[in-house]
C-alpha cells in the first residue's frame, strides 16, 4: 500500500470516528410521559413522610403504650381513634413543613403548594376530629398536655436544624421526644390514668430511640474505619454507654422504680451496640441498616410491653 493511499484511508477513518452521529429521537409518548413522572413523585415527597426510620421511632411507642395499656381494660375503640390521630398529626408534618418552607424539600411551584395544602388540610382534620372525639365531654384532657409537651419538642428540633450540621443528632434527639410520646398518651388512653408507668414507657422508648439515633450516626461516620482502635475514636462515648445503660436499669430494677423485666427489652440492642466495635469491616448498606434497626425496634417493642404487662 503506498504512503497516499495510506494517508487516504487513515482520513477516511479520522472521518468516519468524528462524523456527528444521527440522534435518536425518543417516543413522543416517552418524552411527555417522564416530566409528568418526576413531578408525581416530587409531589408523593413533599406529602408523604420519607424518613422511614421515623415511623418506626413513632409506632414502637405507640404498639407499647397501647399493649400495657389494653392488657388491663381493653379499650379498643378509643385505642383505635388515638392511633389514627397519631398517624395523621405524623403524616401532617411533611406537607405542613414542605408548605412553610422548613423542610428538607419546599414546595415551589402552585401545583406543589396546593398539593401540600390539601393535604395538610386533610391530615389536620383527621387529627382534629379524632381528638376531638377521645376528649368529648371532658374525657382524657391529659392528652393536653402530652400534645404541649410534644409541640414544644418540635419546635425545639425546628430551631436546632437551623443551627448546622453540628446539631443534627441533639435535634433528633429532642424530635424523637414528640414521637415516643405516643406511648403515654396510648396508656393513657387504654387505662384512664396517666401515671407513674405511663411515663416509664415514655421514658424508656426515649432512650432505645436515642440509643438508635445514636448508632446509626455513628455507622455512617465510622463506614470507614475497620480497625477496634479506630472505632472506638469515633465512638468511645456510645461505646461507654451500653454498659452504664445496662447497670443503670439493673439498679432501677433493683430498687423496684422499673419494671423487673424492662432490663432484657434492652438487651438485644445493647448487644449489638457493643459487638460491632469487634466485627470485621463491612461495607456500609444504609437500606440493610435500616431494615437491622427495624427489627430491633420490633424486638424491643414486643420485650417492653411484656415487661409492663407481667410486672
Known sequence: MSSIEHSQQLKLSYKTRTEPRPKTR???AVRSESPNAAQRARIRALVVPREHGAWGLMLVPLFTGIAAGIASTHRFLPLLVLTIAALSLFWLRTPLESLLGTGTIKARTSRERWAALLASLFLA???AASLAGLMWQGRNLGLLLLGAASAFAFLVQSA???LGR????PSQLIGVIGLTCAAPAAYYVGTGHLSERAFLLWAAN????????????LRIHAARDARFSEK???GRMFFLAQPALL??????SFWRSTPHLIIIAFVPALLRGTLWFFRKPEPLNVKSLGWSEMKQGVIFGILLAAAFIYS
Open 26 to 28: 425518543m417516543p413522543e
Open 232 to 234: 472506638i475514636a469515633q
Open 166 to 169: 453540628w446539631a443534627r443528632m
Open 160 to 162: 436546632l436544624r437551623r
Open 247 to 252: 447497670v443503670a436499669m439493673a439498679f432501677a
Open 125 to 127: 382534620a383527621v387529627s
Open 206 to 217: 426515649w432512650i432505645f430511640a436515642g440509643n438508635q439515633i445514636h448508632f446509626v450516626q
